[in-house]
């Protein structure tokens, strides 16, 4: 494996977590780059499943170093207790290392997403109450409390107390709520500080050296291409880069480093929270593949909104990322569906549009172009090889190769590890 590139190819939550997992197993090193708890991996290793949220799944590997990076955002709290359940499960955190520059949620953070989200009524985001967006809005307001500030007591205290005035006022003032208490936080903090102080280091340079030592490096996205700030379906965004640009700026590499880049989709779409989804079902169809695909949050156990594939957003996924491959996860959850459609273009206006649109207000006025194809049934879960699945299902992945310029080099047909195979042509 050379140095390779994760990324999600759709809204997030097409199941990186378990092609992350296959590659980790030869990797030396498994590094996230950007978001924090918002994300949730699900890994299913033998009858175990582990659920992720921050620390890289290469963590179940021994020997496999895991980096948190730069361009992540850290809650503290929520990175230890993801620690001591895996410690109390067996598996040693003692690889994991955080980079300096990493941004800390602070308990202001999530109630500033709340508020802000309340305040939003009608228009709101439907963000995952993590704090990310306004732990994001301190970094580029150059307020923010990084690792390397959390772990110096002197500069933590002063670098609090400014921020707690200030946030203070804006949840007290502009929204009404209930302010933090410094002291009670700077205590909670210097705890968690002092128990992932061992953990703090410039990661950028030891991404870089392994990269140039021939190490094997996976880089693990979190979230997908749609929920990028930049080119995403904004304002229903993520506060960070989950494209594969993402890895340089929030690994500190630059972007020679990564040699190939692979987009994980589902082999139909879903979203959760607030935005456009041109191929939406909310019909019997949508409700089957949501309960089949077990299509409800990792991280907040919401419903997601499922609709057929959508060639159009996974061609922006292939330009954005400059994708070399897809997986494609849970064709299995197909089985049994008469008819299957792939979006392959969108009708704006009268106008057949190929291309994403940049903005959500054209995406709104767009309606689906859809191609139809015979659906496949059967148990299909213990396929090894393109071969073994049934033609109309081997029918389905050729034509989404053909209308998006990019090979399938994956398929995933079930949860567990072993339910996914490369494909040899
Ligand atoms: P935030 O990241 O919590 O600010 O939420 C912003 C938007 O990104 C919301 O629509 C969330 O539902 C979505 N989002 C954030 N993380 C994930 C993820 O891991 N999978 C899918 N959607 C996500």
């Known amino acids: 494996m050379k140095t390779i590139a994760l990324v999600g190819a759709q809204w997030g939550d097409e199941g990186k977590g378990k092609i992350i997992d296959i590659l980790s197993e030869t990797a030396d090193m498994v590094v996230r780059a950007q978001g924090g708890n918002n994300a949730g991996h699900t890994v299913v290793v033998g009858d175990e499943t582990y659920k992720l949220h921050l620390i890289p799944s290469g963590i179940l590997y021994k020997g496999t170093v895991c980096v948190i990076g730069n361009g992540t955002v850290v809650d503290p709290k929520v990175l230890l207790a993801e620690m001591d ?61 990084r690792l390397v500030d959390l772990i110096d007591r002197k500069t933590f205290a002063e670098k609090l107390k400014r921020n707690t005035a200030i946030k203070n006022r804006i949840i007290e003032k502009i929204y009404g709520g209930k302010g933090v208490n410094y002291e009670s936080v700077l205590a909670e903090y210097n705890a968690y500080a002092e128990r992932l102080a061992p953990f703090v280091t410039d990661a950028s340079v030891l991404v870089y050296e392994a990269v140039k030592s021939g190490k094997k490096v996976l880089f693990e996205g979190a979230q997908g291409a749609l929920l990028d700030l930049d080119v995403g379906t904004y304002p229903y965004v993520t506060s960070s880069h989950p494209v594969a640009g993402g890895f340089c700026v929030g690994a500190g590499i630059g972007p020679t480093l990564i040699k190939e880049v692979l987009g994980v989709a589902k082999a139909y779409t879903t979203r959760v929270g607030k935005g456009p989804f041109p191929t939406e079902l909310n019909d019997a169809t949508g409700q089957r593949i949501r309960e089949v695909g077990q299509e409800y949050g990792t991280t907040t156990g919401r419903p997601r909104r499922c609709g057929w594939l959508d060639a159009v957003i996974l061609r922006f996924a292939v330009r954005v990322n400059g994708l070399t491959g897809i997986a494609l996860n849970k064709l299995d959850t197909l089985s049994g569906i008469e008819k299957l459609k792939i979006c392959t273009a969108y009708k704006k206006d009268g106008e057949l549009v190929r291309d994403f649109p940049a903005d959500i207000s054209e995406l709104e006025r767009c309606e689906p172009v859809y191609t139809e194809l015979d659906g496949f049934n059967g148990d299909i879960s213990g396929a090894k090889s393109l071969a073994d699945l049934p033609p109309a299902a081997q029918n389905y992945i050729k034509t989404i190769e053909s209308q998006i310029d990019c090979p399938v080099l994956m398929i995933g047909v079930g949860p567990r590890r072993d339910q996914s195979f490369k494909v040899v042509r």
Not at 112 to 118: K, P, R, S, V
Request: proline fraction near 5%; hydrophobic fraction near 35%.
């Open 85 to 145: 359940a895996l410690k109390s499960r067996g598996v040693s955190p003692e690889s994991l290392k955080i980079d300096a520059r990493a941004h800390v949620i602070l308990p202001y953070h999530l109630v500033i997403d709340e508020l802000g989200e309340d305040a939003r009524g009608k228009a709101d985001i439907g963000t995952t109450k993590k704090g990310i967006g306004p732990c994001y809005m301190d970094k580029a307001e150059r307020i923010g409390i």
